[in-house]
Antibody
Framework: QVQLVESGGGVVQPGGSLRLSCVAS????????MHWVRQAPGKGLEWVSF????????YYADSVKGRFTISRDNPRNTLYLQMDSLSAEDTAIYYC???????????????WGQGTLVTVSS | IQMTQSPSSLSASVGDRVTITCRAS??????LNWYQQKPGEAPKVLIY???NLHSGAPSRFSGSGSGTDFTLTISSLQPEDFATYYC????????FGQGTKLEI
């Protein structure tokens, strides 16, 4: 399993920006897709974004489309989430997770980081 | 795709057999995974592709279903199983159920 460590969370004012990072170790990072998943305080899990191993294809939840940008730097084993035009509804713990084939053609969110808290408040 | 779990919360005792249900708003074949999350921790995968036990998950966990209706069963509850459980589909992008909190 890969080890994942997120960073970059903090307090930001509404309308502001923040960039999250997720550093992977223990495996060849460029072999698998990566997700961002968030969890508002006391709430359930919400999928945010996915990027394929080569970094070309990217997908977003409707709630963040046009405001968030996912990217990756495979030689640096790092995943990013650029978050712009933040609002209070974006307040959450943000997790990165690896998307790994548990069997041929059958994928799951295999390894998760510990999460980084983003608070949007004035 | 909307994923709806029932119940939202459940009280049970050690040794009980427990079943949690997940329903998809359209057919997702078997593109369905189950996760367990304990307070203050990240989720962990239990079941992938509806019915396959993930490596490291205890054998008392099992999953079934296809199409729109799925179940997660815990055959004999252990103290460490009290947590929140989520289903997740990957048939069309990705989405999670709202969670089922399993309490003592």
């Amino acid at each position: 399993q890969v080890q994942l460590v997120e960073s970059g969370g903090g307090v930001v004012q509404p309308g502001g920006s923040l960039r999250l990072s997720c550093v992977a170790s223990g495996t060849i990072f460029g072999r698998f897709g990566m997700h961002w998943v968030r969890q508002a305080p006391g709430k359930g899990l919400e999928w945010v974004s996915f990027i394929r191993p080569d970094g070309i294809d990217k997908y977003y939840a409707d709630s963040v489309k046009g405001r968030f940008t996912i990217s990756r730097d495979n030689p640096r084993n790092t995943l990013y989430l650029q978050m712009d035009s933040l609002s209070a509804e974006d307040t959450a713990i943000y997790y990165c997770a690896s998307y790994v084939a548990a069997a041929v053609g059958q994928y799951c969110f295999d390894s998760w980081g510990q999460g980084t808290l983003v608070t949007v408040s004035s | 795709i909307q994923m709806t779990q029932s119940p939202s919360s459940l009280s049970a005792s050690v040794g009980d057999r427990v079943t949690i249900t997940c329903r998809a708003s359209q057919s997702i074949r078997t593109y369905l995974n189950w996760y367990q999350q304990k307070p203050g921790e990240a989720p962990k995968v239990l079941i992938y592709a509806a019915s396959n036990l993930h490596s490291g998950a205890p054998s008392r966990f099992s999953g079934s279903g296809s199409g729109t209706d799925f179940t997660l069963t815990i055959s004999s509850l252990q103290p460490e199983d009290f947590a929140t459980y989520y289903c997740q589909q990957s048939y069309s992008l990705y989405s999670f159920g709202q969670g089922t909190k399993l309490e003592i």
